[in-house]
């Protein structure tokens, strides 16, 4: 993998979030200064027949003729989709281009997750929409491939949930986890953060513990230039407690770790990041 | 693992799957008994086969959509099991056929299918079609006309009956001619044969059974001949439908996991009472058809058909073996290959050899395995051959130091190796002989001894022989090829070709 090629991978689907989530994969592309990618994913729905014929028997050559009807079939469906899609990458280049960002745009087909991978080599960061097309609109629900995206990738990625604002307060989500010092780390190093407000806030019961580990944080924070940085402890449910600090103090984007237990921990104990996921009205960036 | 199946490929298709599912079911019946039939047996152990095999396979296959179930091919290499040591014994055969299948899964066997051609496939195809039809003529043979008329009705039925307005794309076709001509011979009191005439249908639902069979050596030794065909057969036919089925839908299938699950669900066969079975090519192709994609279509064709004989016995007593013969007519032309009849003209005649070959094999033998077998030898042959012309030497003298210079190029092995030999002129009388052999490929021992040879007889006429090249040369002789995966690699030892 060459630094050259790492780019901002912005995925989009038509839904309401798509804007912003051009938005933000141009803010970002823009500061880090790296190539910012539009992908559009094709999903072909294999399970699902597209003929059906009752007539239950088979001839000389039905083999072949089926084969070929159903090629038919699928070439015009998919050749709606890739039109659709192409529009909606054109529509999405044009709104990015008014910001002086040019992107590239690449149509995938098959799932996004398997889009996403196969990517992975290239891509610096991913921005995604909290929602896709199907829970398009429906306040309480995220989306359906979302967390297996999360899980099957490892770079940030940027959960975009709302319209664009030019982010100034950031908020880091710190509980002295491995990838929550991936967080901090990656904060001080990376030229996005550069001018920004950052609070770092740990939500832990125990005061000496909590001063313990935002001591550490701080001080690698305040070896990177430009950033100020606000400690902060709260007591409490993390969720809650987080999403309560975000309102008070206008944070407009979280930084943590995500998804850091086994699916079957989470299943049983109900995971923190799916919990932020939901409850969370500024986007979200995820380590892993 | 083999429990774990994405939720879309149960999930994904629900309406087209049970519909489908339903459509299969009712073909299955006819099919089953009359592949029971075929290996003599009473139809219930067909049909409590083609239950145990549709129903494991559903879950634990490695191909949703695809249908398996008790098959012809297998039916016809139990034939002389059944009549000689009879049903017990081949419900013992059924389960080590199984545990076969299942330790070929573990091995990942699947992946040797590679070595199965293209013309073997169709060659295979062919064959089955032949057999099955081939299977029908008993039934047509020494009958009176009413059996022949019935036969050319129930045809009619399934060819003409899907162009009728509107129900004749509702209604599976198969369906309509074996209610149609039940309906007349009950009407008509036709004294024609009936599938209660073959002997016992099912009454109850399966239940466990161990095979009562002596577990001693001699049991082994005779089951095992038959298991081993079975095993090899079931999952040739399993792999060949898994990738019909992937190149109709698109989508890939884990081939590993197909035979693990045919093992399973051969021993789950033997152990309800069933015969071997496998995937079907027609069944799984009218399940496409039909619009059935997902294991739900596998899973309700099983089911659907246990309720179906259970419940409806004494209805399907009454139907005419006519109707049934009808059916696996239709079966019969649906698995052959009509491509490959219009395709003989364009394709090699290497090509149409193997086909016809492994055709005539299996027509001969009833054996399938016999006749793959057969196929993949020739195929083999024929590509060694082909390889083989991919070599020649070349000759250059050097009058001024008086040395022969030969270069010898391309793929020397046990096939072109005497043909290597030959290339030398050993009578031209010369002071030294150079031969180059960068440019050359040696794949085996064969022509390491060719060129062994071909020194030594040099050196006999009384010459000087210097070897180039050498190290390049032999670099192919090798049995692990692991690092030649990568491009430099395989640059670097085919470099030049």
């Not at chain 1, 090629?5 to 994969?25: F, H, P, R």
Request: proline share 3%; with cysteine; net charge negative.
């Amino acid at each position: 993998m060459t630094k050259e090629k790492a780019q901002v991978l912005a995925c989009i689907d038509g839904s309401a979030l798509t804007e912003s989530v051009c938005d933000y994969a141009a803010w970002i592309a823009e500061k880090v200064d790296v190539p910012l990618k539009l992908l559009h994913t094709i999903n072909h729905h294999h399970e699902t027949s597209v003929s059906s014929d009752l007539s239950g028997n088979i001839g000389l050559g039905t083999q072949e003729h089926l084969l070929e009807e159903i090629t038919n079939l699928e070439q015009q469906q998919n050749k709606l989709k890739m039109q659709q899609g192409k529009l909606i990458l054109q529509a999405a280049t044009e709104h990015i281009e008014k910001k002086d960002v040019f992107p590239s745009s690449t149509q995938r087909h098959g799932d996004l997750i398997e889009a996403v991978i196969d990517l992975e080599n290239s891509m610096r960061v991913l921005v995604l929409g909290l929602r896709g097309q199907v829970h398009d609109n429906q306040e309480n629900k995220i989306g359906a491939k979302l967390e297996a995206v999360i899980r099957s990738l490892h770079r940030p990625i940027l959960i975009v949930n709302d319209s664009f604002t030019t982010p100034e307060r950031i908020m880091i989500a710190y509980d002295g986890s491995k990838a929550a010092d991936k967080a901090v780390e990656m904060v001080a190093t990376s030229p996005l953060y550069k001018g920004l407000t950052c609070h770092l806030v740990c939500v832990n019961n125990n005061e000496t513990t909590a001063d313990k580990l935002l001591n550490q944080a701080t001080a690698i924070l305040q070896s990177a230039e430009n950033i100020e940085v606000i400690p902060a402890k709260l007591r409490g449910k993390a969720d809650q407690e987080l999403c309560a600090y975000q309102d008070k103090h206008n944070i407009d984007l979280t930084v943590m770790g995500a998804f850091s237990h086994t699916r079957l921990h989470d299943m049983l104990l109900g995971s923190f990041t799916h919990k932020m996921l939901v409850n969370t009205k500024k986007p979200l960036l995820l380590l892993r | 693992m083999l429990l774990l199946s994405k939720k879309q490929d149960w999930l994904g298709n629900i309406r087209g799957d049970v519909l489908a599912g339903t459509v299969v079911a009712l073909a299955l019946i006819p099919e089953a008994i009359a592949f029971s039939i075929i290996a003599g047996v009473d139809p219930k152990v067909g049909l409590y086969a083609s239950f145990c095999i549709a129903f494991i396979t559903a879950i634990i296959g490695g191909r949703p959509g695809m249908i398996s179930a008790a098959t012809g091919a297998m039916a016809l290499l139990m034939v002389t099991l059944v009549k000689d040591h009879g049903l017990q014994y081949l419900l013992a055969a059924t389960l080590l056929t199984g545990l076969l299948q299942l330790i070929s899964g573990y091995l990942k066997l699947g992946s040797l299918m590679s070595f199965v051609s293209r013309s073997v496939v169709t060659g295979f195809v062919n064959a089955l079609a032949i057999l099955i039809f081939m299977a029908q003529l008993p039934e047509l043979t020494n009958v009176t006309w009413e059996v022949y008329a019935m036969t050319a009705a129930g045809l009619g039925f399934i060819y003409l009956f899907p162009y009728v307005p509107f129900i004749g794309k509702i209604l599976p076709s198969p369906l309509v001619c074996i209610v149609v001509l039940t309906g007349v011979t009950m009407y008509l009191n036709l004294d024609i044969r009936t599938v209660g005439d073959m002997g016992e249908l099912p009454d109850t639902l399966p239940i466990f059974l161990w095979p009562e069979v002596p577990l001693t050596w001699e049991t082994l030794k005779i089951i095992l001949p038959y298991s081993v065909p079975l095993a090899v057969v079931g999952l040739l036919e399993s792999l060949m439908t898994a990738t019909i089925v992937d190149d109709l839908t698109d989508t890939d299938s884990d081939k590993n996991r197909e035979c693990k699950g045919q093992g399973i669900a051969n021993i789950g066969a033997g152990l309800m009472g069933g015969m071997a079975g496998c995937a079907m090519i027609g069944q799984s192709i009218i399940n496409v058809k039909s619009g059935g994609r997902g294991r739900l279509s596998t899973l309700v064709a099983g089911c659907f058909l246990l309720i179906m004989v259970v419940f409806l016995d004494e209805w399907i007593k009454q139907i005419p073996m006519a109707a049934l013969v009808a059916v696996m007519i239709m079966v019969s032309i649906g698995t052959f290959s009509w491509e490959s009849i219009i395709h003989l003209k364009q394709h090699p005649l290497s090509a149409n050899i193997i086909m016809l070959a492994t055709v005539s094999v299996v027509v001969w033998t009833h054996n399938l395995a016999l006749g793959v077998f057969v196929g993949i030898l020739l195929a083999a042959l024929f590509f060694a051959n082909k390889i083989s012309h991919f070599m020649y030497v070349g000759s250059v003298m050097d009058d001024v130091t008086g040395t022969r210079i030969y270069h010898v190029h391309g793929q020397v092995f046990f096939n072109s190796a005497d043909r290597f030999t030959a290339n030398f002129d050993f009578k031209e009388a010369v002071d030294k002989v150079t031969i180059d052999l960068t440019h050359a490929h040696f794949w085996d021992i064969s022509a390491v001894s060719a060129l062994d040879k071909v020194v030594l007889k040099f050196r006999r006429e009384g010459a000087e022989v210097d070897l180039i090249g050498q190290n390049e040369a032999s670099s192919t002789i090798i049995d692990r090829f692991g690092i030649h995966d990568n491009p430099e690699e395989i640059e670097k030892v085919m470099g030049g070709h």
